[in-house]
């Protein structure tokens, strides 16, 4: 069945940064949109990046546009999320989760669009 696992997770400085990974299998990964969400504590889950099948676009909130990345490698079925510049704001739990159709993205997700979601992993920020 599909797993996700995302890995890389732990405390970091404001203005620090952070790669976390998620390691795919049980799909075929290069043919669906992925994407990494978070979730403050006691808040709702909150899309922060995409990436589309293949690897074409991403789509990014303006909360964390210009400081994070997302990217993948079809190869070994891995998506990352580059997080710079941190802010205490960005402390929360993160996952990574698959869309539901192959060949599809949007530029406006909800949480109807996601079939498989990973453990998730705790990032902190704080001084």
């Known amino acids: 069945q599909v797993q996700l696992v995302e890995s890389g997770g732990g405390l970091v400085q404001p203005g620090g940064s952070v790669r976390l990974s998620c390691a795919a299998s049980g799909f075929v990964f290069r043919l669906y949109t992925m994407t990494w969400h978070r979730q403050h504590p006691g808040k709702e889950r909150e899309l922060v990046a995409a990436?589309?099948?293949?690897?074409?676009?991403?789509n990014y909130p303006d909360s964390v546009k210009g400081r994070f990345t997302i990217s993948r490698d079809n190869t070994n079925n891995i998506v990352y999320l580059q997080m710079n510049n941190l802010k205490p704001e960005d402390t929360a739990v993160y996952y990574c989760a698959k869309v539901r159709t192959q060949y599809w993205h949007t530029r406006h997700y909800s949480s109807q669009d996601f079939d498989s979601w990973g453990q998730g992993t705790q990032v902190t920020v704080s001084s």
């Open positions: 990436i589309t099948y293949f690897g074409h676009d991403t």
